[in-house]
């Protein structure tokens, strides 16, 4: 089955870390530009990061800028997050886009004191 599975979300308090996987099942991620999106209760879903499949290209909203990271190894795109914030609290989601897209299933990442 082709899906991406993503994990590494928890409760953290702020100041915290964690780091977030999106790991593609069943196809390859070469070709692929990889995402991560965020959705905070009765907000909009908001792209965070992006990264080309080459890892050449990397994209970050204003809000993240200095403080997540985007890499990928293998068939798994990471995102790094430090100094996290009450304001990070959201689902993050991983999408995949090439040929076709996908998304994950979404991990909760809480920032908490």
């Known amino acids: 089955q082709m899906q991406l599975v993503e994990s590494g979300g928890a409760t953290v308090h702020p100041g915290g870390s964690l780091r977030l996987s999106c790991a593609a099942s069943?196809?390859?991620?070469?070709?692929?530009?990889v995402s991560w999106f965020r959705q905070a209760p009765g907000k909009a879903r908001e792209a965070v990061s992006c990264?080309?499949?080459?890892?050449?290209s990397t994209y970050y909203s204003d809000s993240v800028k200095g403080r997540f990271t985007i890499s990928v190894d293998k068939n798994t795109v990471y995102l790094q997050m430090d100094s996290l914030k009450p304001e990070d609290t959201a689902v993050y989601y991983c999408?995949?886009?090439?040929?076709?897209?996908?998304w994950g299933q979404g991990t909760q990442v809480t920032i908490s004191s």
């Open positions: 069943g196809f390859s991620l070469d070709h692929y530009a």
């Open positions: 999408n995949a886009v090439g040929s076709t897209y996908y």
């Open positions: 990264i080309t499949f080459d890892g050449d």
